[in-house]
């Protein structure tokens, strides 16, 4: 038989306040492009992170609490939970999230994820990528992501020309695995799936966006606030992903960073600095609410 942990408690009135506070907060984002999925008018910009990473708006919507927050709860007329029945436990008046219904595959991906932000938290970041892996994608232009709704900027031999002139060191894997194949050999590392935990590093753009991924994967277990900070974070990054490519965006508003010229790679690690400053502390809250669920069992 279950018994209640000892944790901080919410009141019902407290929890819908917070609830409402950040549905509101939510909806700033997810409002906008529910319009545009809707009215068939994309944006390459912040239409990524809806699309890239698979979560539905729902998720950033609905407010849940963190492993260790308990909710008070009135359980007579019983009324259907607001979360997850497989993954709250209700017991004397309150509703918490319980690790202990985890199964064994869940609680080791959640070990794989913390032990992912741990080695990239300890390496020493790097900041003169300057974003070339947007170019080496599009190199030769053989296949150009983006070319249904977003021109170029350069032609294609500039493009080239660059790509071919900079040293190329990406280790995110996720990006590299999108470059140009005649772009591949070219960059200094040979980021693989396996090899991703060895190279990760706390400077890089897709690294850092990624904080979003890593806390859906962890939902509900590390909470809607955390969650909703990752994704404000990436759509910054983002932001400067697109920026420093080569593509067009004057149609959405944005100047670009040119990373060709001498000044646009001082202003592009200007921004990554800053940005991979703003995400230390997300990470940091990640890795310690996986800790959290790793420890956290209840008493029995």
Partial sequence: MISSPPMPTLSKNAWAELAAAHRARAERRTLPARKRRDCGVPNPVEDFLFQYYPYPFVLLENWQPETGVALEWVESPAPPLPFSERCYAVLDGVVFADPGRLTAKERERLKWIHDLLAATRDRAPHFACHGLHEWAMVYRGTEVRHEKTTPLRLPQAQI?????????????????????????????????????????????????????????????????????????????????????????????????????????????????????????????????????????????
């Fill in 160 to 300: 080239d020309a660059l790509v071919e002139s900079r040293a190329i060191c990406c280790s995110h894997h996720d990006a590299f695995r999108f470059f140009a194949s005649e772009a591949r050999l070219m960059n200094r590392l040979q980021p693989t799936l396996e090899s991703r935990i060895s190279l990760e590093q706390p400077g890089c753009v897709h690294a850092n966006m990624d904080l979003y991924k890593w806390a859906a994967k962890s939902m509900p277990w590390i909470g809607t606030e955390l969650l909703l900070d990752c994704f404000e974070l990436a759509v910054e990054l983002r932001d400067l992903d697109m920026r420093a490519s080569p593509y067009d965006l004057s149609a959405w508003g944005r100047e670009p960073v040119r990373i060709e010229t001498a000044e646009g790679r001082r202003i592009y690690e200007i921004e990554q600095r800053r940005l991979a400053a703003e995400a230390v502390p997300l990470r940091e809250r990640l890795i310690a609410g996986l800790a959290k669920i790793e420890e956290w069992r209840g008493d029995r």
